[in-house]
């Protein structure tokens, strides 16, 4: 299995084949309003806007299990962000990404990319995968890590 073998909804409940993206480079990343991070959507904004004529998309799911940063609907959510980042990137429906109601993407992406010591949980809002143009995980990266100091693995996976 890959990332293209799983479906999402859009934030208007639009059903998307994650095969829509076979071909691409993508940052997927478990996103929230009210967090501390949450000033890293102007940075995953940036990204996608450097990368995306070159065959990245960023992909982000909210997610309301830290700390509720995530209480808004849908419509809420999509407002937020283009309203206060100008978020054009794709974003889904709210998903939970720990737990017996993890979305499968998140439950594939966790497997494949572990975090430290091995741990498949993730720990907090804005946890980035970076998954290569085959669908197979390539790295994760700790909600500390900040958009912009990913651009050189995007320009390595862009480059094969």
Same mark, same amino acid.
């Given at each position: 299995?890959?990332?293209?073998?799983?479906? /999402?909804?859009?934030?208007?409940?639009?059903?998307?084949?994650?095969?829509?993206?076979?071909?691409?480079?993508?940052?997927?990343?478990?996103? /929230?309003?009210?967090?501390?991070?949450? #000033? =890293?959507?102007?940075?995953?904004? *940036?990204?996608? &806007? =450097?990368? &995306?004529?070159?065959?990245?998309?960023?992909?982000?799911?909210?997610?309301?299990?830290?700390? !509720?940063? %995530?209480?808004?609907? %849908?419509?809420?959510?999509? /407002?937020?962000?283009?309203?206060?980042?100008? +978020?054009?990137?794709?974003?889904?429906?709210?998903? *939970?990404?720990?737990?017996?109601? /993890? !979305?499968?993407?998140? =439950? !594939?992406?966790?497997?494949?990319?572990?975090?430290?010591?091995?741990?498949?949980?993730?720990?907090?809002?804005?946890?980035?995968?970076?998954?290569? &143009?085959?669908?197979? +995980?390539? &790295?994760?990266?700790? #909600?500390?890590?900040?958009? %912009? %100091?990913?651009?050189?693995?995007?320009? =390595?996976?862009?480059?094969?």
């Amino acid at each position: 299995m890959n990332v293209f073998d799983f479906q /999402a909804a859009l934030l208007d409940g639009t059903p998307i084949d994650l095969s829509r993206y076979r071909g691409k480079v993508l940052l997927i990343v478990n996103t /929230a309003s009210a967090c501390g991070f949450t #000033p =890293q959507y102007k940075g995953l904004e *940036e990204v996608y &806007r =450097q990368f &995306r004529e070159r065959g990245v998309e960023v992909l982000g799911f909210p997610c309301n299990q830290f700390g !509720h940063q %995530e209480p808004g609907g %849908e419509a809420e959510i999509g /407002a937020f962000c283009e309203k206060n980042y100008g +978020v054009s990137f794709p974003l889904f429906a709210k998903v *939970e990404v720990n737990g017996p109601g /993890a !979305h499968p993407l998140f =439950q !594939h992406l966790k497997h494949a990319a572990p975090g430290v010591l091995g741990t498949e949980l993730i720990k907090w809002n804005f946890t980035k995968f970076l998954v290569g &143009r085959d669908g197979k +995980v390539v &790295r994760r990266y700790a #909600p500390q890590t900040k958009p %912009e %100091e990913i651009t050189g693995d995007i320009e =390595q996976l862009l480059g094969r």
